[in-house]
């Protein structure tokens, strides 16, 4: 319970709007019932940070829980914990390949990977885009009739997300701004993205980039 909290307090300033105190509480108590009851697989508190979409487009609480467990048995098949440092070497491979002026724009301001690549990967991007393109995204993941077309298109998600933040993160010369751009990212078209994150996924594939 108290490391639950201790992530509460973590939440990002994107759904600060969203989250009073009663859904505040819905949150520790769904993540505390989640990690207490779930046998088939160990989660960390800080998936907690996954819940506020299903908190906010649920009435019931029964309702956001369940949705929330459909959500964790998905990442348990297609994006497991274990497998989050391959995900990582895999995407900074791509990215670095795909977008070789960021990196460069990156590494001059001493902005390094990890400090906004795992959260994109481990969350979902739920820490970093506004409430509605986040809601917009998901809807695709679980519409999805294929894991490809849905979850295992995040990675894909990301690089499109880089693309058209590209002209931004070149233009800024100060660590602090890229890193804050790349934590609390703008607000976008997000099916131009989820189009460009298709083609991207086929660009890849054509070059056996992956």
Known sequence: MRRVKVELRNYSSQWEGELDAKRRQMIERISVCFL???TFAQFPPSIAHLL???????????????????MMVR???????DKLNLRVAQFVMLFKTIYPEINVALEEEEVEVNEWAVSWLRYLLCRELA???LLRLW???????????????H?????????NLQGT???LSERSEMLS???????MDMDQIITQAQSIRDEVYARNLL
């Open 75 to 81: 990442m348990l098949l297609h994006m497991p914990e």
């Open 36 to 38: 207490s009851h779930t």
């Open 139 to 153: 809807d695709t993941y679980f519409a999805a009739e294929s894991p490809d077309d849905g979850i295992l298109l």
């Open 181 to 187: 751009l790349l934590h609390h990212l703008p607000v």
């Open 52 to 70: 506020p979409p299903f908190i906010v487009c649920t009435q019931e609480e029964s309702d956001a829980f369940y949705c929330f467990q459909g």
């Open 169 to 171: 993160i070149i233009e």
């Open 155 to 163: 990675t894909y998600i990301c690089l499109a997300i880089l693309d």
């Open 131 to 133: 409430p509605d393109c």
